[in-house]
């Protein structure tokens, strides 16, 4: 555990009960806008926050601006659904396409920690094959660099998270420092119907520890995982990254922000980020700039920079910038059993299996899906019953009936297509700039990989006794949208997660996966943001 | 407090158990945040008068709340619209959603009107119910312009959401609210913490005994 704590001692320096620090934050070193900082970095999530705290560490003077809040969990933070409407970017945007995609709640964070604040907290690896689906199976794309360029980063992060999880045997297998959690109801179903219909799964993996970690507590299972953790259990860089980024000298400007990149026409090079605090807008000068604010706000922005060097958007020379975005198709099918399952209780990760994540050469389609244990709370699970088209009286009587159901959700890999896209809407936000428009469109392989996930899921559940199942289509996670390439006809960044077009702009977050697997992005995002960094430091 | 809902429609299933019972378990934080829905409903601040009429007979219907004591939810969602909390997103051929609201209540009033020669807030419930159920069964196709589909989801994500955030929905339900500092210590199946109470009718499974409106 000491390998961990002089990585990063983030979880050492939290205090010892629920809450966080005020005293980092107090003390927290504030750079003036004319200080040229070493790196100037949009958005605190996944990618940002480990960002800056790798660099914070390695003595860059570093800021991380975000544009929502810098949270107290113990004052922001409910354990309720619909008091939890703050955790989402809730700013105005417009879903199109031929299968529109929800955004807010479903997969976007705002403020400190991002959305893995609001995250289930499942953290799986991607698999080799992942790295080059286009050479074995002709769909998605090569990934400039392959899965043992960042099998390190895993593994630092996972130990920094810390993961708890069985021994995994998909993918590169690999094992876990902190033993599985004991599951609840719905977890006891799948693994019960996995058992009986020749399945394998298993327990985690889980950015939850398994017992005390530094000064962070053992989870009590209280299942509100997706509206943001109170306990300090379950990891956001909230907790695991930006303690230790702070000790070390980094500045998170919260509540702020960015607006466009500055760009110096004469030397083709990023000066710094502009950006709106409390209503004054500023520029920050940096001698770098990273950009990580997921795949709908990061072509957004880049777009929202256009100038005259880049008349059609910032990178985006070959009109790359807001392609390729993917979500995973995330049907969820429930059961009903006699037996009270009360799926609200204990996180709603528990148990998955990756049995078909790969390409099964019996069947029509290419590539597979996961499938998790997803535990609605009320106001969900009444989306889920109405989407069987229930209302009124056989709404109530449905609902009723909550505390006998439990309910799988499927991760499948949608591939990445080039018409599925961030581009500028003519509505504007309060800050007078375009919002973004996002249209996505299913692909046939696609649409196979949803039925075949029902059927496994129907299976799984009627092998542990459901009496009925019923399935409700949806969607997860957010990837791609400025992807790493080889060359940049094909992506808007390098192998290192440095744009093609302006040598100090790097992109440090989801939108530059090429493909997505179907495992939950937060664990690479993170492992690829600790790799360029790590990139960064060496270049020094 | 109960909800008026008969046996038959999964009243009295959790007979005795409180939610609020229990919230001096639960964090300042929380506290707040749902015993205020518990107060006086906030003023109708968004909707005219008769767009409020209209979006009352709407959700009674959606909700099944047909006598008090009712979940405010015309409150609950007015409030959301007059402080623009929406979910962060819109259809692309839909307006922003305060603007979706006022179009398709008076859209709903119109239909009752052409097809009753009253209002929607003014027809029999079971006229009511035939109008929404027309809307609902033309899924992808147009309604007065608009994509029925997603009309509905505007409709029914807003009623969830409303209804399913009050304590009196969740005792119907047998889902105890907030578990914060508390937590769980009793995981698994059949498994209740001392303060959950057991299904008085496990075999009332909705999906065998489906019927009825709605």
């Known amino acids: ?540 | 407090m109960s909800l008026p809902l008969s046996p038959r429609d999964g009243g009295e299933r959790y007979p005795g158990f409180s939610s609020v019972d229990e919230s001096d378990h639960w964090d300042r934080a929380t506290q707040g945040a749902v015993l205020v829905r518990l107060g006086l409903p906030p003023d109708i601040r968004f909707f005219t008068a008769r767009e409020e009429a209209v979006a009352r007979a709407l959700f009674d219907q959606l909700l099944d709340q047909h006598s008090d004591p009712r979940v405010p939810v015309v409150n609950m969602v007015d409030s959301r619209l007059a402080e623009a909390e929406t979910d962060g997103w819109r259809y692309a051929d839909l307006p922003e959603d305060g603007q979706a609201w006022r179009e398709t209540l008076a859209a709903l009033d119109q239909d009752a009107t052409e097809r009753h020669g009253q209002g929607f807030p003014e027809v029999t419930l079971d006229q009511q119910a035939s109008l929404l159920r027309a809307v609902q069964d033309l899924g992808y196709a147009k309604w007065h312009g608009m994509t029925a589909a997603r009309v509905w989801s505007l409709w029914t994500r807003y009623a969830c959401t409303a209804f399913y955030s009050h304590p009196w929905a969740w005792d119907e339900i047998g889902f105890p609210g907030p578990a914060y500092p508390r937590g769980y210590k009793n995981l698994g199946l059949d498994r209740l913490e001392p303060f959950e109470v057991r299904d008085a009718r496990p075999a009332q499974d909705p999906a065998a005994n489906a019927g009825g409106d709605g």
């Open chain 1, 1 to 540: 555990m000491s390998a961990v704590r002089e990585r990063n001692s983030s979880a050492w320096l939290l205090p010892p009960r629920p809450g966080v620090d005020h005293g980092l934050r107090k003390d927290m070193r504030r750079f003036e806008d004319q200080d040229e900082v070493d790196i100037a970095i949009v958005g605190c999530g996944a990618g940002g926050s480990t960002m800056l705290q790798r660099l914070a560490r390695a003595g860059w003077t570093a800021v991380g601006f975000d544009a929502g809040p810098f949270w107290d969990p113990e004052r922001d933070w409910v354990s309720d659904e619909a008091g939890s409407h703050h955790l989402y970017w809730t700013e105005p945007r417009v879903i199109d396409g031929t299968d529109p995609v929800p955004l807010g709640s479903n997969n976007s964070g705002r403020g400190v920690g991002g959305s893995m604040v609001h995250f289930a907290g499942y953290t799986p690896r991607f698999h080799p094959s992942d790295f080059h689906t286009f050479t074995a199976d002709g769909v998605g794309a090569d990934w400039p660099i392959g899965y043992s360029d960042l099998r390190s980063f895993y593994e630092d992060i996972e130990e920094e998270l810390p993961v708890a999880g069985e021994a995994w045997p998909w993918g590169d297998p690999h094992k876990y420092t902190y033993r599985p959690h004991p599951v609840s109801g719905n977890g006891e179903i799948f693994l019960r119907g996995a058992f009986a219909s020749g399945i394998t799964a298993k327990v985690g993996p889980v950015a939850i520890a398994n017992g005390r970690f530094g000064n962070r507590p053992h989870c009590i299972y209280r299942g509100f995982c997706l509206q943001g953790c109170k306990v300090n259990a379950k990891a956001s860089p909230l907790i695991t990254h930006i303690p230790d980024a702070l000790a070390h000298g980094a500045e998170v400007r919260a509540d702020s922000m960015v607006t466009r990149i500055g760009f110096d026409e004469r030397t083709g090079k990023a000066t710094g980020v502009h950006y709106v605090r409390a209503g004054v807008e500023r520029f920050q000068r940096a001698r770098i700039v990273a950009v990580a604010g997921y795949s709908i706000e990061t072509p957004r922005l880049l777009l929202n920079s256009a100038n005259a060097r880049f008349p059609e958007g910032m990178c985006n020379d070959f009109d790359q910038v807001g392609r390729y975005l993917m979500v995973q198709g995330a049907p969820q099918t429930a059961g009903r059993f006699a037996a009270e399952v009360r799926m609200y209780k204990a996180p709603p990760p528990e148990v998955s299996t990756e049995q078909f994540y790969e390409t099964d050469p019996s069947k029509p389609y290419k590539r597979g899906f996961s499938i998790q244990t997803v535990s609605p709370l009320p106001i969900t699970w009444a989306e889920h019953v109405m989407a069987q088209g229930h209302w009124g009286a056989e709404l109530r009587r449905y609902m009723s009936d909550y505390p006998h159901w439990a309910c799988l959700g499927a991760l499948c890999e949608f591939l990445p297509l080039a018409e599925n896209r961030v581009s500028l809407s003519e509505e504007k936000d309060r800050h007078g700039l375009p919002v973004a428009k996002f249209s996505y469109s299913q692909c046939e392989n696609d649409q196979q990989l949803l039925k075949a996930a029902q059927s496994v899921m129907e299976r799984i559940l009627t092998a542990a006794g459901a009496e009925e199942t019923m399935t409700v289509k949806r969607y997860a996670h957010l990837v791609g949208g400025a992807r790493m390439a080889a060359d940049e006809h094909h992506g808007v960044v390098d192998s290192s997660c440095r744009s093609f077009a302006i040598p100090n702009l790097y992109i440090t977050d989801g939108s530059v996966l090429p493909t997505q697997g179907s495992a939950n992005p937060a664990l690479t995002i993170m492992a690829l943001a600790a790799r360029t960094a790590a990139i960064l430091v060496k270049g020094d």
